[in-house]
T-cell receptor
Framework: RKEVEQDPGPFNVPEGATVAFNCTYS??????FFWYRQDCRKEPKLLMS???SGNEDGRFTAQLNRASQYISLLIRDSKLSDSATYLC????????????FGKGTHLIIQP | DGGITQSPKYLFRKEGQNVTLSCEQN?????MYWYRQDPGQGLRLIYY???????QKGDIAEGYSVSREKKESFPLTVTSAQKNPTAFYLC??????????FGSGTRLTVV
């Protein structure tokens, strides 16, 4: 089983809709979780950290489900500018590094 | 403003040639990383360094070398032993339990 798995998509969503996608992780000892956004041919940028209690930043909501070992990202009232690839990143704390990246979910917001 | 600077943005390598990618950060971060990203793929760890004068191999270190003589700098050399070097190279740094900050990347192409 891969350490961090994401549905690659693409998710084609009309503007204004709500979209959600998940990321599953295999290491139950994972300690911290992040969502990154990557635009085409650009570097990834931190979108939000994912806390145990869940957290919200404007139209974006991140949730953590430790029992089922997944994190989720919900985008409400989607904008054309939300089109990007969303990377799930998990810190399992193992060894000296421990950050593992998913391959990303490609989101396309359509007018 | 603090950040990570990668240079050059685009680099062309001839067969059998060594090339060095620059990465400089002024964030006072202890840990620095090099990742490689191929089209449609996730990030793969090449090398990382948690402290000056020390670095560790990542998952795909063969054909690459690094140095960490200063806290601010973590250059990556792509040697002639790397048979398929064409990719997008990303440098990152982090501190504590926070997520990565990435540089804008270097696109390396073999000609």
């Amino acid at each position: 089983r891969k350490e961090v798995e994401q549905d690659p998509g693409p998710f084609n969503v009309p503007e204004g809709a709500t979209v959600a996608f998940n990321c599953t992780y295999s290491n139950s000892a994972s300690q911290s979780f992040f969502w990154y956004r990557q635009d085409c041919r650009k570097e990834p940028k931190l979108l939000m950290s994912v806390y145990s209690s869940g957290n919200e930043d404007g139209r974006f909501t991140a949730q953590l489900n430790r029992a089922s070992q997944y994190i989720s990202l919900l985008i409400r009232d989607s904008k054309l500018s939300d089109s990007a690839t969303y990377l799930c990143v998990v810190n399992s704390g193992g060894g000296a590094d421990g950050l593992t990246f998913g391959k990303g979910t490609h989101l396309i917001i359509q007018p | 403003d603090g950040g990570i600077t990668q240079s050059p943005k685009y680099l062309f390598r001839k067969e059998g040639q060594n090339v060095t990618l620059s990465c400089e950060q002024n964030l006072n971060h202890d840990a620095m990383y090099w990742y490689r990203q191929d089209p449609g793929q996730g990030l793969r760890l090449i090398y990382y360094s948690q402290i000056v004068n020390d670095f560790q191999k990542g998952d795909i270190a063969e054909g690459y070398s690094v140095s960490r003589e200063k806290k601010e700098s973590f250059p990556l050399t792509v040697t002639s032993a790397q048979k398929n070097p064409t990719a997008f190279y990303l440098c990152a740094s982090r501190t504590g339990g926070y997520g990565y900050t990435f540089g804008s990347g270097t696109r390396l192409t073999v000609v």
